[in-house]
Every structure is written in C-alpha cells, then in structure tokens.
C-alpha cells in the first residue's frame, strides 16, 4: 500500500487494541497559559524518592494485571524530560521485570526542547519514540504561547531528537490570535521537511482555568473559531496529504507504519494501567470494564502510596452504557473507526445496535459516516464536526 493513503478501513477488525502503561510525570518548569493539564511547579524535586512511589504504584496493578503483555509504556506529564534518564532506565526495567512484553514494544517519552542535551541518555535508557513539544517555529509564537524554547532551540532539539531514534513525533499548535490558515499553509510547507514521520496538530482551545481563559475574558485576546478555525484544520489535512503523513486520527498524522501504539490502545478501546498523580487507567477485571483515577496532587498521591501502596481515589465499574458512550468518543476520533469484531466481541452486539436510527441513517447519506462489515467510522467530510455526530449517534 502507498505511504500516502489512508488507513484501510477493512484492515480494523485486525489490529488488536494492545495493552500499554502510563506513567505521569506532573513537574515542569513553568505552567503554559493554554495548558489545563495536571502540571505543578516544584522546587528541588527528588528523583529516588519518585523513583520509589512510582515502582510501587507499577507493583500495585501489576498484581491485578500480571498476565497482560505489555506492548507501550508512555512517559506523559508534566515534562517527564527533566527526569533523570538514569530514573526512566530504572522504571522501564521495573516495568519489564514485572510484566511480559511485546518484542516491539513502544516506549514513548515526552519531552521538552531545551532538553535535548538529555535525549542520548534517554536513547541509552531504552526510550524508542521521542514526542517533541515543540508547538511552533516561530519566537513571537512561542512567546505568546508562553514557552520556555526558542524557534533555532526547537529545530536544534528535533534534529538531534530524529538522528537518535526512530521514531519522533512533534507536536504543534495552529489558529493563533491574529494568525491566518495562509500563513499556517506556509508554516507548516516551509518546516515540512524537517518534521519526523508522526504530528499531532492541535488548534489552540482555550480551556476554563488556563490563565488563557482569563486574558480572554479580559479581552487581551480573541480566539480564532467557526469557518475560520475549519480553514486552518483544511491546511493541515492538506499539507499532510502531500507529505505522505495523512490523518490516522482526528489531530495525528503518521507516515504507514509510524502510528503511536500507545494512543491506539486508547481508541481502540483497550486497556491500560495509570500511575503517578491524577493518571487515569482503564482495565477488565473479572470481564467488568473498570476506570481508575489517581489522586491529582502530587503530595496528596504519594502520602497514600506510602500509606498502602498505591494513590488511588476513585475506582469505577462502568456501566455498559457508559462504556460504550466512552468507545464511541474515543474509537471514532480513528480514521479506522470501531472495529465491528470486537465490538460484538465485547458487547455482544453490532455497532448499529447502539446507535440512534434514523440519525445513522442521515449521517450515512449526507457522507459523514459510513458503516460497513469492517465497522463503523467518520469519514473526512465528517471529522471536522466529530463531536456533533458523536452526540447524534449515541443513543
């Protein structure tokens, strides 16, 4: 198959959704002001001391999940490039000496660009997939987004990260204030070549919380929406298109074979175990789909890993409904859709089953979805607007 088609769609009910482990690393430098993750500012932060909670939390699921093979292992965060590599080196071998793992198995790290000094010790440490915050090109850019890199520190850092491993991701953020989709056209072809084989393109959303949300309301600034944020998510479908790197998901995009397995267990609806502060697992036990959160501040999640060996503060059976709301959110993101096997396989029913019927049959004839034997999917026409379909479909 070309490089620069599609996932086929037929292919799906194939690709098993994998089992991957997330690791949460909350600590960065500074805050970035679009940024509602679970980030916190620390001073003097002890890596062995972390080291120690975050291997006994891995020893906490292991026990509920030690037949699983694991087949990613995600550094998320946070910036878990300031870890140590020695201190990665020491949680992947945790990590292997506990569970099976896949031959292939991903180990995906993100990182910071003025960290790039530290990507040959993470190399060392068995990292196989580096993910580059890099967010753009451009200093004024970048200064306004609040980060702590510049443009020439950026492309420094994504040409040191592609001469070490091979597989990079760089991640982007389009539909600035005051930017244009022209001007992102010409961003984007200008640093195309030198751009790995995986991006994540992200329009800029201003969550509640974020000190974005704050300037936006006091009016520093207006947020780029409706057709105008439909051009920019256009460019990029188009630019990608021509680079050999289609959509495999709503805001990825990937040369064949260069797809992130972790994030595909996710959409594929598989499971995968959370640790650190405020990481969320999801795992089958005993055939009941289960939902884990762990405690959010960093204190307050490792005080109760001390206390009984693991930090978390909420565990949930899902309803089967809720279930299958959660797989329609997450597998419809996939250009590949939901698999129609293991959707029965699962559920015991088919896809259509659990849609809306009529709004099925209007998304299928205006073009936004289609449903064959493969499974069900959005088609291109149709991912601009997922979440509006998304909220049609399900019953």
Known sequence: MPASQPLEPTDIGLRE???????????????????????????????????????????????????????????????????????????????????PVANDIEINLEANPNDWRRFDGFRGAGVTRLSLGVQSFDDDALRFLGRDHSADTARVALDNARALFAEVSCDLIYALPGQ?????????????????????LYQLTVEPGTAFHRARAAGEFESVDGDDAADFYAVSQEICEAADMPAYEVSNHARLGHECCHNLTYWRGGDYVGVGPGAHGRLTLDGIRTATRQYRNPET???????????????????????????????????????????????????????????????????????????????????????????????
């Open 180 to 200: 244009n989709a022209d001007e992102w056209r010409q961003a984007l072809r200008t640093n195309i070549s030198r751009l790995p084989m995986h991006l994540s």
């Open 17 to 99: 959704p994998g089992f991957g482990i997330y690791v949460h690393w909350p600590f960065c430098r500074a805050k970035c002001p679009y940024c509602d993750f679970n980030v916190h500012i620390r001073e003097g932060i002890d890596d062995r001391s972390w080291l120690e909670l975050l291997m006994t939390e891995l020893d906490h699921f292991h026990d509920q999940t030690e037949r699983a093979i694991v087949t990613s292992l995600y550094f998320g965060g946070g910036t878990p490039s300031l870890m140590a590599p020695a201190t990665v080196e020491r949680l992947i071998e945790h990590v292997a000496s506990r569970w």
């Open 301 to 395: 999640w490792g005080d109760t890993v001390r206390r009984r060996g693991d930090g978390t503060e909420a565990r949930d059976s899902l309803e089967r409904q809720s279930e299958v709301e959660e797989l329609f959110i997450l597998g419809l993101r996939a250009v590949e859709g939901i698999s129609r096997v293991r959707f029965q396989e699962r559920f015991g029913t088919d896809v259509e089953d659990a849609c809306a019927t009529t709004e099925l049959a209007d998304l299928a004839n205006a073009g936004l979805i289609e449903c064959d034997d493969a499974g069900l999917r959005v088609t291109a026409t149709g991912r601009p607007v997922l979440n509006a379909i998304i909220g049609r479909l399900i019953t």
